[in-house]
């Protein structure tokens, strides 16, 4: 076992648990419809509302939210089927599910206009909330996608749909959530992260729900992000460039489908907010006053 992987097998320091508690910690909003929302936040000032990936959860953007916490009021969401959140009643949900759910989450919050930033799995329901006719993309000011999964609900990828969605399913009953976290949450940061980083990515992708989990593949599997694209507002488009998920090439489609350039992220593997929680940070203060 090599020492990088040694690493992310040591549990996160309590003082790192402490100052997730104490600085960004969880609490349940209700919405319409009886559902909750699990939701973190901190800081001031105009509105960036966060969407995680497919193996995170709210508490992964807990740095990028405290350097920016005397500029912006960030917002990070547990999903639905994350953390404490309701998970859908249909088995394999849509993009447009979840943009109803943060629609009824932006109301319960009061906030009327946001920046919204999409990360992975994150982007393809950002990219629906976003989408030309939506009810939600009136309120929202600009777009970020940061190494966006396009999904594979095109036509054109069935073949890779049914692969990804038996790899997926298949490695969660072979080892369950935490045998997948020691196995696979590595792979979502560069050579470059800190050992502290490491055992963050880990910690979050421990603390998936199976049934939350299992819904998210299906939305990865059946969405299609560039259907929704490009979006009703301003956006922008980043990765890591040592991303090895959501490879630059495949975010370079995106992007050139919102007619912007890529925006690459020095260092960053696909976690870039974790790993580099800086630099996303400065990533989203240019947006905020772009």
Known sequence: MTGAAMTDLQPLPAAELARLDARFAARSVQVAG???????????????????????????????????????????????????????????PKAADYAERLAALLDALDIDRCVLVGHSLGALMAAAAARPGSALASRISKLLLISPAAGYGAPARAEAQARVRA?????????????????????????????TARQWVRWNMARLNEDGYRQAVELLCGG??????????????????????????????????????????????????????????????DVLAA
């Open 167 to 195: 790899e997926r399913l298949g490695t969660l009953e072979q080892l369950g959530i935490a045998g997948m976290a020691a196995k696979r949450s590595a792979r979502l940061v560069s050579d470059h992260a800190s050992d």
């Open 224 to 285: 299609d992000l560039l259907a929704d694209l490009p979006p009703a507002m301003p956006v922008r488009v980043a990765c890591g460039a040592l991303d090895v998920v959501t490879t630059p090439e495949a975010c370079a489609e995106v992007a050139k489908q919102c007619g912007v350039p890529l925006e690459t992220l020095p260092r960053a593997g696909h976690a870039s907010y974790v790993e580099q929680p800086e630099t996303v940070a400065a990533l989203l203060r």
């Open 34 to 92: 009886g559902a909750s929302v699990s939701v973190r936040e901190c800081g001031t000032g105009p509105a960036l509302v966060c969407l995680h990936g497919i193996g995170s959860g709210a508490a992964s953007w807990l740095d990028a939210a405290l350097a920016l916490e005397d500029e912006a009021r960030l917002i990070a969401w547990d999903a639905p089927g994350y953390g404490a959140s309701t998970p859908f009643v249909a088995a394999a």
